[in-house]
């Protein structure tokens, strides 16, 4: 079983178990047999104090304006996808007719737009998030550099298209206003992943605009290494890194819903990508109609909701505009993790919180003492949620896998927490009557 855990954390599962949240079952396995042998368990579940499960909103930041693209691959590919694309999804029934209608007339506009009679329906991407995002905050990935491709997997340069045509200093109003929003401003990084010298160069462009020491980062089309990668991004000095997802689909790469840190890192931690809008939507991968696409996200919501952890989102900037149209499906995920109590973080946020719940040890009260003390062993401020506390009442043994929510107690505790009576022979702990939280 740890054999499996160590595959997952350092090598990934393959896209045809991206559904399966491996490692959260494995970990529900071991729970479940500790305590149906008739052993106490306390552990610090993964969900903060007053919130059911985190989630995180992000918006990697490839084509900010349509302007800077002129008669090359993304030109080209918005004009096929918003006249004849949009056509074919109205034909299946995955757009609307004034979806089409939109399209086609951002399509007769582009000559005005590039002559700078028309507004660029691509650059206004901040607002158009800040406007659906009202009362919580989301994470937007940069590109440093423009017109820099950088290098691929084996070593060859990468496609001439993954170069960006702008660098983080031309969006660095719309940057700064993100930030003065609340809004976390992260790097999508171009050679980082291989390259700690490359990586120190990006992450110190993203810190000038952002005015941030503490920077994270996602890799432009989630190029990653699970050995290489993880040394190299400490190295470069990253907060953290949010790149293990999917391309082509969305589930669990790493096989959980946790951040974690990779094996050979000593202080990055990892937040998992689980949701990518353009996997569920381009025909050339999954191709999902809205509705077929609400069904997935419902399904990995439950997930979370089951396992706790944090569900990580992907929604491009210009996915609100024409040709993609996809801020419908987007607006209803907010809504629907809003009425399901999430708590909605930047991905800054998030992983400051793991790391708070990684602080926490669990100490023996005296050589003879069976009380247990729980304590966090660092200062994370005041900002984050608290911890939750959670003592499982042993049971006989019976079948694994049935409910057990109501075999166990919740606390709140944000510091330290005294366990009274923990012990192997207790078949009703002590701990449930006699809990002091600070």
Aim: proline fraction near 5%; hydrophobic fraction near 40%.
């Amino acid at each position: 079983l740890f054999q499996e855990v160590r595959t997952l954390l350092a090598t990934g599962q393959p896209v045809a178990n991206a559904s399966i949240p491996a490692l959260e079952l494995h970990i529900a396995l071991l729970r479940d047999l500790i305590i149906r042998c008739g052993l106490a368990l306390v552990e610090v579940p993964p969900v903060p104090e007053n919130g059911t499960l985190i989630a995180c909103l992000t918006h990697d930041v490839d084509h900010p304006s349509i302007r800077q693209h002129k008669w090359d691959h993304t030109a080209f590919g918005f004009l096929y996808r918003a006249i004849l694309g949009s056509l074919r999804k109205l034909i299946r029934g995955h757009m609307p007719a004034r979806g089409v209608a939109a399209n086609w007339a951002a399509a007769l506009k582009l000559p005005l737009v590039y002559m700078g009679l028309a507004k660029d329906f691509w650059r206004d991407f901040a607002d158009r998030y800040l406007e659906r995002e009202k009362g919580f905050h989301s994470t937007f990935f940069l590109i440093p550099f423009k017109n820099r491709a950088g290098i691929g997997p084996r070593g060859r340069p990468a496609p001439a298209f993954r170069a960006s045509r702008y660098g983080a200093q031309d969006v660095a109003d719309i940057g700064q206003r993100l930030a003065a929003a609340g809004c976390e401003v992260g790097l999508h990084g171009i050679d980082a992943w291989l390259d700690s010298d490359c990586g120190r160069e990006e992450l110190e462009e993203i810190r000038r605009l952002a005015g941030n020491s503490e920077i994270g980062v996602r890799m432009h089309w989630l190029y990653y290494d699970e050995q290489q990668s993880p040394t190299e991004l400490e190295n470069a000095g990253a907060a953290y890194d949010s790149t293990v997802g999917y391309n082509g689909t969305v589930g669990y790469r790493a096989g959980t819903t946790q951040v974690y840190k990779p094996l050979n890192a000593t202080r990055l931690l990892e937040l998992p990508l689980h949701v990518m809008d353009t996997a569920l939507f381009y025909p050339e991968h999954l191709g999902l109609s809205p509705a077929q696409a609400k069904d997935l996200l419902d399904q990995l919501l439950a997930n979370a909701l089951r396992f706790g952890g944090c569900l990580t989102v992907n929604w491009h900037d210009r996915s609100l505009a024409p040709e993609r149209l996809w801020g419908a499906c987007y607006r209803e995920l907010v809504q629907t993790l809003r009425g399901q109590g999430a708590w909605l973080a930047t991905a800054g946020e998030a992983v400051a919180w793991f790391r708070k719940r990684r602080s926490v040890v669990f100490e023996a009260d005296g050589l003879e003492s069976e009380d247990v003390r729980a304590r966090v062993t660092a200062d994370h401020g005041d900002t984050l949620p608290g911890l939750r506390l959670r003592m499982h009442k042993p049971r006989e043994l019976a079948l694994i896998g049935t409910d057990s929510s109501e075999h166990y107690v919740d606390m709140p505790f944000d510091q330290t927490f005294q366990i009274r009576g923990v012990s192997p022979e207790v078949k009703e702990p002590a701990a449930l009557g006699g809990l002091r939280a600070h």
